[in-house]
């Protein structure tokens, strides 16, 4: 019996549950464990993978590799697990007296490089700092007077801030969910860093409000898990503005006597260091404007669209981070920034590691709505509620909007238990198509009604009654909304990795394609091959007299799966 409950997690928070888990016969049981519970195809492809790994692991250690047998991809994989130079010439002669290939060679050498450091690293024990004139002095450098460097070289950094954004005077959702997943952070941060008997104060959420009006949401934000509420208030400021919010935000996160901030800011009795430890932004329009600006006037590096975050230290051997050929460096309480990649399966982590002569704080990233819980506010916390003192610099509101229209107020599918989506298999008859989503969501006691990327895009001719159920609003995707109902039912929608990302962490899923290759296939509970058209019928009825036979629903043309 596995000691870890993969059902016990969900897929974003189980990668790094399982990551310290290097046992093979561990690892099998934990992927049994998962086959038997709730058997979802990504928790598999990612248990399968860890435990190729050290099987690989084995293998290599046991020096039965054969080149000849292996291709460069295989052997690239097994180097990893090699430490030993005298193991890895060996191979290197071998790869030479045999298929000799070119790819091989480079990848044991540089291995080897890595390892040993080669006659180059030898002679110097560390990396020699070159500006890009030093470096290259035979190049032309017209923009060498602008170079734009603002980091800090032995800099203190403290707390996470978080950027909490407002639509319309209302705070936006995920703003909460990313106040509480701050809280989450830093307690464990706190927990993890600073032991029992340290001097040194528990690190705090901070959040940071500008806008016109904002202060009234500061005890929210308390009350959601921030010790710290950072506000700047402008009538001017009403509407987002890139430049002078930029500015402000920077000009709070420079602490006083900073180099690179405004020789008059004041000191502040709430903070002592020099800038955030990390900060967080809505993965919004506004947000990703925003949060990409700050993170340049801050020199520092950013990670768009995350949707997991967790701190951990974690060993590095790149000499472009340790300074030395061969060694390694454990950098401590690191921000790992989980985003999506283009598999759909996977996700790629960011880490915002500092190089040997520069420093990259604070470590940020932008947050997908949706991605996490919105908490239940605490109304008896406490927390300090700061009036931050800038002058607003005219030159910074250049732009004005002298008018404008407001649109309707948005769909927010998030909060639905059920969600019947469609997407370009209602091509044949695209009115009728919406119409049956509709009946089959308003069977339910609490669903909505969305679509993919492709009807938002598609030149689909609707008929007037069911056109607010096509509009970009309702889109559910990685440029949509991100949901996790508890059924989540895919009609005529064929599974793009983008699609994914916003649905693939409902509890249930059932696809309706009649394509028994649709890739929605690979990370469905069921998969219903029919014709949509004849199925969300027959599931709407299921759903009003509560009784499902699914060969039927699918018209016994397909499997039901």
């Not at 009538?235 to 900073?258: S, V």
């Not at 006691?445 to 159920?469: C, K, M, N």
């Not at 970009?472 to 996790?484: K, L, N, S, Y």
Request: aromatic share 6%; charged share 35%.
């Amino acid at each position: 019996m596995a000691n870890l409950d993969p059902g016990e997690y969900d897929i974003q928070e189980l990668g790094p549950a399982i990551k310290d888990v290097e046992d093979v016969v561990e690892l099998k049981a934990i992927l049994d464990a998962e086959r038997e519970g709730q058997n979802r195809p990504a928790a598999v492809a990612l248990i399968e993978s860890r435990v190729e790994k050290y099987e690989g692991d084995e293998e290599a250690d046991a020096g039965d590799l054969d080149l000849a047998e292996m291709s460069a991809a295989d052997v690239g994989n097994a180097l990893q697990s090699i430490d030993d130079v005298e193991t890895l010439e060996g191979l290197l002669e071998e790869e030479q007296d045999g298929q000799d290939r070119d790819s091989v060679k480079r990848l044991v050498q540089r291995r080897i490089d890595s390892i040993a450091g080669s006659e180059e690293d030898e002679e110097a024990e560390e990396a020699v700092e070159q500006t890009p004139e030093e470096k290259y002095p035979e190049l032309d450098h017209p923009t060498a007077d602008k170079r734009h460097v603002r980091a800090l070289e032995g800099g203190v950094y403290r707390d996470t801030w978080v950027y909490c954004e407002t639509q319309a005077g209302a705070l936006v959702d995920v703003s909460r969910e990313m106040l509480g997943k701050a809280r989450e952070l830093m307690d464990g941060y706190n927990e993890t860093y600073l032991a029992d008997g340290s001097d040194a104060e528990s690190e705090r959420v901070v959040a940071v409000l500008i806008g016109d009006g904002v202060s009234e949401h500061a005890e929210e934000c308390v009350a959601l898990g921030a010790d710290v509420v950072v506000h700047y208030e402008d009538e001017r400021l009403a509407r987002f503005q890139h430049k002078p919010y930029a500015e402000i935000f920077c000009d709070m996160a420079r602490g006083a006597g900073h180099p690179h901030g405004r020789e008059d800011r004041p000191a502040e009795e709430w903070r002592d260091y020099d800038e955030p430890r990390y900060v967080l932004f809505p993965a919004t329009n506004n947000g990703r404007d925003l949060s990409a600006q700050v993170q340049a006037e801050l020199d520092s590096g950013l990670a768009s669209d995350c949707s997991g975050l967790y701190i951990e230290d974690t060993v590095i051997s790149n000499p472009a981070k340790t300074g030395v050929a061969g060694e390694k460096k454990e950098f401590e309480a690191v921000l790992h920034m989980k985003r999506p990649d283009f598999s759909g399966f996977e996700y790629s982590t960011i880490l915002c590691l500092d190089n040997p002569n520069r420093e990259f704080h604070p470590q940020g990233a932008s947050v997908i709505p949706g991605s996490f819980d919105v908490p239940e506010p605490d109304p008896e916390r406490e927390g300090e509620i700061v009036a931050h003192d800038l002058p607003l610099d005219e030159d910074w509101l250049r732009v004005r909007v002298t008018d404008h229209d407001r649109l309707e107020e948005g769909v927010d599918l998030t909060g639905h238990e059920v969600i019947v989506a469609v997407g370009r298999g209602i091509g044949d008859d695209p009115t009728r198509g919406i119409e049956l989503a509709v009946d089959l969501a308003d069977a339910f006691e609490d669903a909505g009604v969305g679509v993919s990327r492709g009807i938002v895009t598609g030149s689909y001719d609707f008929d007037g009654h069911v056109e607010q159920y096509t509009r970009e609003e309702r889109q559910i995707g990685e440029t949509g909304q991100v949901v996790a109902p508890k059924l989540y039912v895919a009609a005529g929608i064929s599974g793009a990795v983008q699609h994914k990302v916003g649905m693939d962490e409902s509890e249930t899923i059932v696809a309706i394609n009649t394509d028994p290759d649709a890739r929605i296939r690979e990370f469905s509970d069921y998969f219903i091959e029919g014709d949509l058209f004849e199925v969300l019928p027959r599931l709407t009825e299921a759903v009003e007299s509560g009784r499902l036979d699914v060969a039927a629903a699918a018209d016994g043309g397909g499997r039901d799966d």
